[in-house]
T-cell receptor, first 108, second 115 residues
């Protein structure tokens, strides 16, 4: 079993829909990261959180430390949100462990 | 700031050839990492460095060597390339001094094909 599991693996939605991507992990962590990888391949950091909730524009990330679970939400989704979203956790060794990613496609 | 840069962006090798991938960062980061990304798998750590002159093995180190002679540069070497090393390679950096949790910055990636 992977240390970091994401669901769903693939998600297709219509423009304007509310999107939720889930991440579960099985190890103790000091922080959880959400990353975005665009079709061109570049990877950018969206959020880093260790508790509670963070919001940036239409993106919201939450984490429940007790349940070892995090969610990434996108409100009013747009085709430009189409990308692979990656969850990663930083554990005791301070290295990141990555989930397999969720491929999101938003159709106009 | 250029952030994290990688050279080359693309490379095709024949089995048995050698090459070096260069990663450079201008953010004065202490830690640097080399990952590989393969279809259907998450990013996997090859080697990493916690400071100039130090290196350590990650999850999939076999067939690779690294060096960190200068703080801003982290080199990944393939001494004898194999088709199993066909992948996209990402360099990343983080960890400014004194902060336990830091955003990780990624380079644009190098697409390597070994024939």
């Amino acid at each position: 079993k992977n240390e970091v599991e994401q669901s769903p693996q693939n998600l297709t939605a219509q423009e304007g829909e509310f999107i939720t991507i889930n991440c579960s992990y099985s190890v103790g962590i000091s922080a959880l990261h959400w990353l975005q990888q665009h079709p061109g391949g570049g990877i950018v950091s969206l959020f880093m959180l260790s508790s509670g909730k963070k919001k940036h524009g239409r993106l919201i990330a939450t984490i429940n430390i007790q349940e070892k679970h995090s969610s990434l939400h996108i409100t009013a989704s747009h085709p430009r949100d189409s990308a692979v979203y990656i969850c990663a956790v930083r554990g005791g060794a301070q290295k990141l462990v990555f989930g397999q990613g969720t491929r999101l496609t938003i159709n106009p | 700031n250029a952030g994290v840069t990688q050279t080359p962006k693309f490379r095709v090798l024949k089995t048995g050839q050698s090459m070096t991938l260069l990663c450079a960062q201008d953010m004065n980061h202490e830690y640097m990492y080399w990952y590989r990304q393969d279809p259907g798998m998450g990013l996997r750590l090859i080697h990493y460095s916690v400071g100039e002159g130090t290196t350590a093995k990650g999850e999939v180190p076999d067939g690779y060597n690294v060096s960190r002679l200068k703080k801003q540069n982290f080199l990944l070497g393939l001494e004898s390339a194999a088709p199993s090393q066909t992948s996209v390679y990402f360099c990343a950096s983080d960890r400014t001094s004194g902060r336990p949790n830091n955003e990780q910055f990624f380079g644009p990636g190098t697409r390597l094909t070994v024939l």
